[in-house]
């Protein structure tokens, strides 16, 4: 079936930093979204993505479709204690939402 | 504010007993809810498709009878956990789509604990 791989898997940074990270697909995917989890709760959406090459951004988030539409990537600028938790990608796919593997962001004040 | 609610948002059992987790959507209705499990430091993996009024449609390796899942209205899921069993521990998700605002929205999730 489909997968979403997401890297890095887990990232640890300093307050002030910026961090970007990348979900890549076997197939295409004509929507990416990202969604932020923070621990005990349900995803949130962030950003999402219709048209390849699109670039959009949401605060100090942006995001990008890639042109091949296999894959998307995440930044986050000058980033913040409160920006810790779990990133995901997630493509729809006949109906269902696919999620990524996730990169787990730890931010040291 | 929460646009999708579940309860109970953590619930303990023993062995052999079920448990019923509830989707509720708070200000649209939801024709289709979906529900995922999560295991620890893992991703959501869809269990199955809910659909009002009819049968929900499992994803492979997902046992039905054990999962059973009613949508009998049109803001309100339920998930129930047949003779719950240690390995079915986990972070229980739902999710529902609003059309109007074109989004789906995830409720707070609900962790099962089997002892």
């Known amino acids: 079936g489909q997968q979403l791989n997401q890297s890095p898997q887990s990232m640890f940074i300093q307050e002030g930093e910026d961090v970007s990270m990348n979900c890549t697909s076997s197939?295409?995917?004509?929507?990416w979204l990202w969604y932020k989890q923070d621990p005990g709760e349900g995803p949130v959406l962030l950003i999402a993505l219709y048209k390849a090459g699109e670039l959009t951004s949401n605060g100090r988030l942006t995001a990008q479709f890639g042109i091949t539409r296999k894959d998307s990537f995440l930044n986050i600028s000058a980033s913040i204690p409160s920006d810790v938790g779990i990133y995901f990608c997630a493509g729809p796919s006949a109906d269902k939402l696919i999620f990524g593997t996730g990169t787990r962001l730890q931010v040291f004040p | 504010g929460a646009v999708v609610s579940q309860h109970p948002s953590r619930v303990i059992c023993k062995s052999g007993t079920s448990v019923k987790i509830e989707c509720r959507s708070l200000d649209f209705q939801a024709t289709t809810m979906f529900w995922y499990r999560q295991f620890p430091k893992q991703s959501l993996m869809l269990m199955a498709t809910s659909n009002e009024g009819s049968k929900a449609t499992y994803e492979q390796g997902v046992e039905k009878d054990k999962f059973l899942i009613n949508h009998a209205s049109l803001t309100l899921s339920t998930l129930t956990v047949t003779s719950a069993h240690p390995e079915d521990s986990s972070f229980y998700i739902c999710?529902?789509?609003?059309?109007?605002?074109?989004?789906?929205?995830f409720g707070e999730g609900s962790r099962l604990t089997v002892l």
């Open positions: 999710s529902a789509s609003d059309r109007v605002r074109g989004e789906l929205f």
């Open positions: 197939s295409i995917f004509n929507t």
